[in-house]
């Protein structure tokens, strides 16, 4: 499609578009913080465990690419 392989069509996706996605979910949880009237420290908590989420799926990443140069 448009000269690209599905290849670099799945990259793109899995980079941009998750990471797009995971911004737009930061958001929302920071709209329902604040539509809740959570407060400092329930918008810490909401945040801290979405952030866990998104650390160990980028970390997963991290660690793909490091092992991929041990291995070569």
Known sequence: M??????QIAWFGLTFGVTAFMLYMVFIVLQLAR????GKFGT?????V???GL??????GLIK??????GE
Do not use: C, I, P
């Not at 448009?2 to 290849?7: D, H, I, P, Q």
């Not at 539509?35 to 959570?38: R, V």
């Not at 810490?44 to 801290?48: Q, R, S």
């Not at 690419?65 to 041990?70: P, T």
């Open 55 to 60: 650390l160990g799926f980028a970390a997963k």
């Open 35 to 38: 539509e809740s009237k959570a």
């Open 44 to 48: 810490f908590v909401l945040l801290l």
């Open 65 to 70: 690419y490091f092992l991929a140069g041990v």
């Open 50 to 52: 979405l952030g866990f």
């Open 2 to 7: 448009f000269g690209y392989t599905e290849e």
